[in-house]
């Protein structure tokens, strides 16, 4: 008779594990449109900031709602933050399931995100010493344009800028050798080539962050991503600044990593999630919303205060207001999954599907054009409200998409994956290419 003897412990070691299950349905084409809505809520935020900037108002006009309005533009980052959230947890899911998943995983990250960013910021450089050079007396430099001669950049500002940690690397330097501890004297962040890079510091940390996870728990990364996200709200309540001193402060440690991890989550609910738990989440999301918003309408007056402590209440109203947004945001995602081809075929979304193509190339490219065209349309006697909203905003636009689109075509698509232009789970958002 003949007997099979049961396999020994090394057998057992080296069973394959079992199979990830499959998301069920990692496409959302729509994000296209969203992260264009975003882009051009960017642009339109700095195409008016001249005309904010510069007139006063009594608050009981029609302008100023408007400009209650144009003043919460720049929340399109964080609708970007929540969009990157969930096209980041779709990239990682993919990365797990092949060989060397992180070194694919960062090699295609760093190749997204630098190149691009580097091309244009050594072009603005040269744009930036030629002005210093022909207009050294101009009004722009130091004005609040944020444009800076490169003769008062340091060695660590160009390290920093050109490896996305300038809002968090020179404070760090400053931080551990003992040097300006106190809200208010460590500048906000190093001297930057564009204002609007600030977020892509952000973006490079969300990526390390979950490279860092998918390294470790390859198989568990959600819950390891849930994990984070609960250590990080709970460090933003117990915190008594809220995240906003540094060492938290520009770092991922601060709200935004929750921003980004509201995308993530749903990324997880839409794939892996029965229909009665997104739903279940969709409104936990639209009740954190209501809920910062009530905390921050209860927010103390800082009328009187010391500067550093009128500094952390200020922040602290804007995390809010930013959580507020990003929560509606990601609820209104998973509720609108379900319409998520029938609103990608209407005629009125694919204005928006182009722009979210090349947005990151009209992320980075609007801010000088939005600048100097508003400057100019100032100096030029346009101070009224419909002359900012009926030339100088639209021209600024129509520089903005021209040349970003100028931009995507000779630089960012050829740093673009060839063979995924058809990838199905959207656009990315900022750092990501437009079909990953």
Same mark, same amino acid.
């Not at 408007?66 to 919460?72: N, P, R, S």
């Not at 997104?278 to 809920?291: C, D, E, K, V």
């Given at each position: 008779?003949?007997?099979?003897?049961?396999?020994?412990?090394?057998?057992?070691?080296?069973?394959?594990?079992?199979?990830?299950?499959?998301?069920?349905?990692?496409?959302?084409?729509?994000?296209?449109?969203?992260?264009?809505?975003? #882009?051009?809520?960017?642009?339109?935020?700095?195409?008016?900031?001249?005309? +904010?900037?510069?007139?006063?108002?009594?608050?009981?006009?029609?302008?100023?709602?408007?400009?209650?309005?144009?003043? !919460?533009?720049?929340?399109?980052? !964080?609708?970007?933050?929540?969009?990157?959230?969930?096209?980041?947890?779709?990239?990682?899911?993919?990365?797990?399931?092949?060989?060397?998943?992180?070194?694919?995983?960062?090699?295609?990250?760093?190749?997204?995100?630098?190149?691009?960013?580097?091309?244009?910021?050594?072009?603005?450089?040269?744009?930036?010493?030629?002005?210093?050079?022909?207009?050294?007396?101009?009004?722009?430099?130091?004005?609040?344009?944020?444009?800076? +001669?490169?003769?008062?950049?340091?060695?660590?500002?160009?390290?920093?800028?050109?490896?996305?940690?300038?809002?968090?690397?020179?404070?760090?330097?400053?931080?551990?050798?003992?040097?300006?501890?106190?809200?208010?004297?460590?500048?906000?962040?190093?001297?930057?080539?564009?204002?609007?890079?600030?977020?892509?510091?952000?973006?490079? !940390?969300?990526?390390? #962050?979950?490279?860092?996870?998918?390294?470790?728990?390859?198989?568990?990364?959600?819950?390891?991503?849930?994990?984070?996200?609960? #250590?990080?709200?709970?460090?933003?309540?117990?915190?008594?600044?809220?995240?906003? +001193?540094?060492?938290?402060?520009?770092?991922?440690?601060?709200?935004?990593?929750?921003?980004?991890?509201?995308?993530?989550?749903?990324?997880?609910?839409?794939?892996?999630?029965?229909?009665?738990?997104?739903?279940?989440?969709?409104?936990?999301?639209?009740?954190?919303?209501?809920?910062?918003?009530?905390?921050?309408?209860?927010?103390?007056?800082?009328?009187?205060?010391?500067?550093?402590?009128?500094?952390?209440?200020? !922040?602290?109203?804007?995390?809010?207001?930013?959580?507020?947004?990003?929560?509606?945001?990601?609820?209104?995602?998973?509720?609108?999954?379900?319409?998520?081809?029938?609103?990608?075929?209407?005629?009125?979304?694919?204005?928006?599907?182009?722009?979210?193509?090349?947005?990151?190339?009209?992320?980075?490219?609007?801010?000088?054009?939005?600048?100097?065209?508003?400057?100019?349309?100032?100096?030029?006697?346009?101070?009224?409200?419909?002359?900012?909203?009926?030339?100088?905003?639209?021209?600024?636009?129509?520089?903005?998409?021209?040349?970003?689109?100028?931009?995507?075509?000779?630089?960012?698509?050829?740093?673009?994956?060839?063979?995924?232009?058809?990838?199905?789970?959207?656009?990315?958002?900022?750092?990501?290419?437009?079909?990953?």
């Amino acid at each position: 008779m003949t007997t099979v003897s049961p396999p020994d412990a090394t057998d057992r070691a080296v069973a394959p594990a079992r199979p990830l299950p499959r998301p069920a349905a990692p496409a959302y084409v729509t994000l296209d449109a969203w992260r264009g809505i975003a #882009a051009l809520m960017v642009v339109v935020y700095h195409a008016s900031a001249t005309y +904010r900037g510069q007139v006063a108002h009594d608050g009981r006009s029609f302008a100023d709602l408007a400009v209650t309005l144009l003043d !919460q533009l720049w929340l399109g980052v !964080q609708i970007f933050f929540v969009i990157s959230g969930y096209c980041i947890a779709a990239t990682a899911d993919s990365a797990r399931r092949k060989p060397a998943p992180v070194t694919t995983f960062a090699t295609r990250r760093v190749m997204r995100i630098y190149p691009t960013f580097i091309v244009w910021a050594l072009l603005m450089a040269t744009a930036i010493a030629a002005a210093q050079h022909f207009a050294p007396d101009a009004e722009f430099w130091g004005r609040k344009s944020r444009f800076v +001669r490169l003769s008062d950049f340091g060695w660590l500002d160009w390290f920093s800028n050109l490896t996305l940690t300038h809002t968090w690397l020179p404070k760090a330097v400053n931080y551990f050798s003992g040097i300006a501890l106190d809200v208010g004297e460590t500048p906000e962040r190093a001297h930057t080539l564009t204002e609007v890079s600030w977020t892509l510091c952000y973006e490079v !940390q969300f990526y390390l #962050a979950c490279g860092l996870l998918l390294a470790l728990f390859p198989r568990r990364f959600f819950s390891a991503a849930a994990g984070l996200t609960a #250590a990080v709200a709970l460090l933003f309540v117990l915190d008594p600044s809220h995240g906003a +001193r540094f060492p938290p402060r520009a770092t991922f440690l601060d709200v935004r990593w929750l921003e980004f991890a509201m995308g993530i989550g749903v990324y997880w609910f839409l794939n892996y999630a029965s229909v009665r738990a997104q739903g279940t989440y969709a409104l936990s999301l639209f009740a954190a919303s209501i809920m910062c918003w009530l905390i921050r309408a209860q927010s103390p007056s800082y009328e009187g205060l010391p500067p550093a402590q009128r500094f952390l209440i200020e !922040q602290t109203d804007k995390y809010l207001l930013e959580l507020t947004c990003c929560a509606a945001f990601a609820g209104v995602l998973v509720l609108l999954k379900s319409r998520d081809k029938a609103l990608s075929a209407e005629r009125w979304c694919m204005p928006l599907v182009w722009c979210g193509v090349f947005s990151y190339s009209l992320y980075l490219v609007h801010w000088p054009f939005c600048k100097l065209i508003s400057a100019l349309a100032w100096s030029l006697g346009l101070h009224s409200l419909p002359a900012t909203l009926g030339i100088t905003v639209p021209v600024c636009t129509i520089a903005s998409l021209v040349s970003a689109w100028i931009y995507f075509r000779l630089v960012e698509r050829r740093f673009i994956n060839t063979h995924s232009q058809r990838h199905t789970v959207g656009a990315m958002p900022l750092v990501e290419p437009a079909r990953s």
